[in-house]
Structures are given as structure tokens and as C-alpha cells.
């Protein structure tokens, strides 16, 4: 049994440097630090009991063993500098990198808004209630989905037949899913749309027959109809019904249920495309070819066993993977959503540790919310994390398609990276390089692999080289101090 007793926690001098200071402060209930190595939860004297008795409850203990809840401690005294005589903290593992649903696929969101339903429904159960049901309070730890937020549970009303998150569980999950599915907008919109959209966004832009479909009717077309008529939703601490007990929780249960069946219909798989099926219709590789490249890179990581891996236009995630299976933690960045499902899946079924963001290396995500200081930059999250840093023919597509400097890559990479590069130069006489140079050889059609290595040499040294069969280039490079730096030149022109 956990008492407010034993939660006094004294100032003392700071052991954990606070990576971006105050991260949330929208909550009433409390608020949330993130730390260098670990996430630390201020909560606010109103809610400390409601939040002991949740961390008391079977129903606490049961989340954290299926790993559907973060897992939770009571700060210790003298744990971080600023906690005051007094307060209450507690105290989270750190999840790296955070990501945001602007940077899901639809199987992210498919995942977190099941996870949603999965621990909404057993709280029901145990006599608490969802008060929160947003994508922000899911984070993914590789592709499984964890809830972080342990102030979103509530003692439930026995007479109450509402679940108050119901509305936002649709403008933030379903609404968006099938904005997606139906109009094409884009997940990456969510980004403007905190508390996700409004029905009558949606209801505008649908054509008259597709407001009649029977996952739109309810969620859509008539809270639409209803908002236009000047209809109001019940208040929400409404008298109680004195209902049948049990009467009221199978009808929660059924409400979810719902939402359930709405979820798997509007969360359509994204269509292949051009990349997905890359691996299978390259014409520029050779079997051999791909079965060399994925030796040097198994080598590479069998000799080095870097712990945390960037894997940057993974593509499918044929090299993410084999990185997670020599036991690294690997992090998957690219901009095709439905290749990085591809990957999910996989990662999902091999129990991978992959965390896969869809993103642009080239326009990375920007921070977010108030004064940019509520959701951090891509950059932020993965600037010095990793021993090694795969850019695996990906470099063209920044030059010929990005219009980037050598040295600006460079420089980005070095930020990245806490010592090994592994890249691969695409020659100008790549049918790829080829296809996208689009008649500027003036610019870029008398690159070499000495431009590359002057412009790396500030940063890096190679460690190792070799050619494959299509004249592709692999180099692993070592980080170094610019005064060490020793780049040797090829005679590659």
C-alpha cells in the first residue's frame, strides 16, 4: 500500500540533467519533466490520492506486465535538484526517441488507438475510466505501443453511462484515419490538429453519398446535423441515472466495441508504392550486388556491435533489421509510409526492436505546440544518440533531389553520429544518378568520390571500402576531431 507519507521527497543536488526542461503544462493534474535518462511526473496536490490509489490498483500492476503502461516509480529524495520538501514525483523510463502521430504510419495509428481501446475496456472493468483518449499520450517503444500518461485514469461513476473521452477518441483517432482513407489527407496534417478535427471539417469536404456510409452516419453526418440544429451534448457531470450497474457497463463496453469495428474499417492499409516494392524491382542491382552490400554491412556490424542504430532511408528495412538482430536498437527513418509498414510489420513479427518514423531527413520534422517547446524537432530527439549511422544510397537523393551540399550532409551526419558512418556513393553513371540528374551536369553530372571525402574529411576518416558489382561504393567512416582528420583520396576521378 502506497501512502502520501511516504512520498515526501527532499531537495538535493541534481543527478540527472533535465534534457529539455519543462515538457507539459496543459494537465491540471500534473506535469511532465524529461530528463537525460529517465521522465519525471509532477503531481499536483488535487489528484496525488486518485493518483496513489491508480498506482495501488490490480489494475496498474496488470498494464505494466502486458507493457501496455509505462512502467512507474515514486521519485526518490534527492533525485533531481528542483523537486521541493514535499512534493510528489514519479518517475518513468525514458522511451527513445519520442515520436509524434504526424510521424506514424497507419499502422501506428491502428496500434495506439487499439492499445486505447484494449486498456479503456479493461478499466471499465476495474472500476476506472479513460478521462484522456489522444495519439500524444501513446509513445512507441520499437513497434509496440506504450501509454505514458498515468494521470489519464479515473475512478469510474457506477451510474454513469458516459465515457468522456468518447469525443475525443473520434476527432483524434477515427476522424483523421478517415480523413486519410477517404479525402487523402495526409497523417502528417495532425501536426495542426492537436485535439484532432472537428466533424463538420470532415462532413464539408465528403461528397453528399459518402456522408450516408455507416462508419460516417454517427461520428459525421448527424454530430454534424445536431451541431447545425444548436443540439448539446449531455453536460459532462450530468445527474446521475441510477441505472442497473451492470446494465451500464456492458453498455460501455459495447460503445467500445463500436469504436472498435469503426477503427479496423476506417484504418485502411496504405497502397503500394514505387518503394515498397523497391527491393523487389531495382533493376540496377544484381543479386550479387545486394548480397555483398548486405555482407559488408553484417560485418560491420559483427565487428563494431554498435548499441543504437540511425538507419536513414531504410526503405523496407532489410539493413534496420539486421542491425536489430546484432542486438541494436535501431531507429528507422524514411519519407514512403507504405515501406516503412513493410518494415513494421516485419520488425512486429520478429519482435525487433525498430522504432520506424516516417520522415525527411532533408525537412525534418519541426518542434511543435507552444513556443515550439511542447513536442520536439526530429533533429532534437536524434542529434548524438547512435554509434552508428546508416546512410545506405541516400546520399544521391539529397543531392540530385534536395539540391544539399556535400558539406552541409556532412555536417548533419557528424551531428548524428558518436563515431561510425556506414554510406554508400551513388556514381554518376548510376542509372538512378542518371534519372534524376534531369540535365543539370553542369552542377552535379562531375561529382566523384573525392568530392564526397573532401567534404567528409572534417569529420570523418575511412575506416573501410569496397566496390560492389554495379559500382556502387560502400564507406565506413570514422568519426574524428577536425584536427586529426586524414581523408585519403581515391581514384575514383
Known sequence: MIRASDCSIESESQLDAPATGDFTFRDPAGQLR??????????RPPAVQETIDFLDSRLRSELERSGDLITTEIAEAGSNYFIQPGEFWLRHPLVE?????????????????????????????AGWILKDATPLNIVFDGPRPVLVDVLSFERRDPQSKVWLAYGQFVRTFLL???AKKLLSWPLQASLFARDGYEPR?????????QRLHPDLLDIVTLATLFENRGSKTPAPHAAPTHSDPELITHILHKRIARLRKQLHNAAAAEPPSRWSAYPQSATHYQASDTDEKMQFVQQVLAQFRPSRVLDIGANTGAYSLAAARSNARVVSLDSDAAALEVLLQAAKHQNAPVTALVANIARPTPAAGWQNQEQMSLLQRLTGKFDL????????????REQLPLTHISELCASLTQRWLLLEWVPVSDPMYQEWLRGREALYGQLCEDDLLRAFGSHFSVAERTVLGNQRILLLLERTSPATADIPTSQAC
Request: aromatic share 10%; hydrophobic share 60%; charged share 15%.
Open 34 to 43: 524529461l530528463m537525460e535518462t529517465q521522465a519525471l511526473r509532477l503531481i
Open 97 to 125: 526517441p519520442i515520436s509524434y502521430p504526424w510521424e506514424w504510419t497507419v499502422v501506428h495509428w491502428r496500434a495506439a488507438a487499439e492499445l486505447t481501446l484494449r486498456v479503456a475496456d479493461r478499466a471499465i472493468d
Open 176 to 178: 483523421p484515419l478517415l
Open 201 to 209: 471539417a470532415i462532413y464539408q469536404a465528403l461528397r453528399p453519398w
Open 389 to 400: 549511422v546508416l546512410m545506405l544510397a541516400v546520399i544521391h537523393h539529397l543531392i540530385l
